[in-house]
């Protein structure tokens, strides 16, 4: 395969040839700067800014707005598309650009695989649900929620039964989020639970898991709080944020009121790390009142 250097050689050579130009007996040569991989040229030959590392929260196209100052206090309280005006009745190029941008992030975090290599170095075991691709995890989330028979063998093979406190890091809706965040999240959340007193089991990482999973797994080890990270279904803000879902004694039994929640972890809402410390201290409180969801908070 021709490499990016290749690739500059060559358009570098071709340019050359193109803007030859003789000066008083001597060659004058006009290069124009090449872009790199992902770098787009205007008609003057500068590279165009990428719109994609653009904070929505600043930018505005609105044309002489009357008040300006309003309009920044405004912008600067969501990430929201306000202000980015239009050109007769539809988007003007940019944000439209932005747009497809932030789209097509959505649809890579839903459609890529977490990297194996990030798996490894978070030093977790894998195991899957009885999905079996991830066609069918986006078109049956009922299976989502059901270990396969090998992932319980591995899983009591593994894991030590009745643990205080279970995390568990599955990939969900959004395989970036658990990328961009779980590398930090996971030694601030185990650093406090320890610093608590709490014994922890071992963790690992469930493939094409839905929620509701934990319920299994509760079945399975029977944790007295178990944790879940699971990737949350990407907007066109962030396709990094992830949430950790936390109950007491999960099973069979359990309904959606008896989780709590700590979402929108991720580098524009609450940072991982902090985000680790926090869910260790909500569960150290189901914990020690034997309660989460609605009846924790009673």
């Known amino acids: 395969m021709i490499s990016e250097k290749d690739i500059r050689e060559l358009v570098e050579s071709v340019i050359k040839e193109l803007n030859l130009k003789e000066i008083g007996g001597t060659t004058a040569v006009s290069v124009p700067e090449v872009p790199s991989v992902g770098e787009c040229l205007d008609d003057e030959g500068d590279i165009l800014p990428d719109l994609g590392v653009r904070e929505l929260s600043e930018w505005s196209e609105i044309p002489n707005p ?31 650009l932005r747009f497809k941008i932030d789209l097509a992030s959505a649809k890579d975090a839903v459609l890529k695989e977490v990297d194996p290599e990030l798996i490894e170095k978070l030093g977790l075991f894998t195991v899957q649900t009885v999905i079996k691709d991830k066609d069918e995890y986006l078109t049956r989330p009922d299976l989502g929620r059901k270990l396969s028979e090998e992932a319980k063998e591995k899983i009591l093979k593994e894991c030590p039964k009745s643990p205080d406190v279970q995390l568990v890091v599955a990939d969900g809706l959004s395989s970036t989020a658990i990328e961009a965040n779980a590398l930090d999240f996971i030694p601030a959340f185990e650093e406090a639970i320890k610093n608590y007193g709490l014994k922890m089991g071992k963790t690992f990482f469930v493939k094409y898991a839905r929620v509701a999973l934990m319920d299994d797994i509760g079945e399975l080890l029977n944790p007295t709080v178990l944790v879940e990270l699971v990737g949350e279904r990407p907007g066109l803000v962030t396709a990094k944020s992830m949430s950790a879902y936390m109950c007491y004694k999960p099973n069979k039994n359990t309904i959606e009121s008896d989780r709590t929640l700590v979402s929108n972890i991720h580098d524009g809402g609450m940072p991982p790390v902090e985000a680790g410390a926090h869910v260790a201290s909500i569960s150290k409180k189901i914990f020690d009142a034997k309660a989460s969801g609605l009846k924790l908070n009673e």
């Open 66 to 96: 009357e008040d300006p100052e309003g309009l920044e206090r405004l912008k600067s309280t969501t990430p929201a598309r306000l202000g980015i005006w239009r050109a007769g009745t539809r988007f003007k190029v940019d944000p439209w």
